[in-house]
């Protein structure tokens, strides 16, 4: 087989990980965006650990396709940022 007619992987796309944009700084938990422009909406889900108001917030991306709305911590994409595999 010439790989002319292998199934894509999620290595053939780019990929957007939540936790990697908190962890370099450009989504703030003080501040809680609700999303990032073109690309996707973020919930922010308290992990249930500490008390009172220590709880810590956790971001999520809503999958961006029509009528799924899923939490998901990667989204992966080409040129389209509406677009994933699978």
């Known amino acids: 087989m010439d790989g002319s007619h292998c199934k894509e992987t999620t290595e053939d796309y780019f990929a957007l990980d939540i936790r990697e944009v908190k962890r370099h700084g450009l989504i703030d938990a003080e501040a809680m965006p609700e999303g990032i422009s073109d690309v996707a909406r ?9 008390s009172g108001e220590g709880y810590a ?9 029509e ?4 939490r ?7 040129t389209e940022p509406d677009k994933h595999p699978g």
């Open 67 to 70: 009528d799924c709305g899923r």
């Open 57 to 65: 917030r956790r971001p999520w991306f809503l999958c961006p396709r």
């Open 42 to 50: 973020i919930e922010w889900i308290s992990s249930g650990f500490g």
């Open 72 to 78: 998901v911590a990667i989204l992966y994409g080409r």
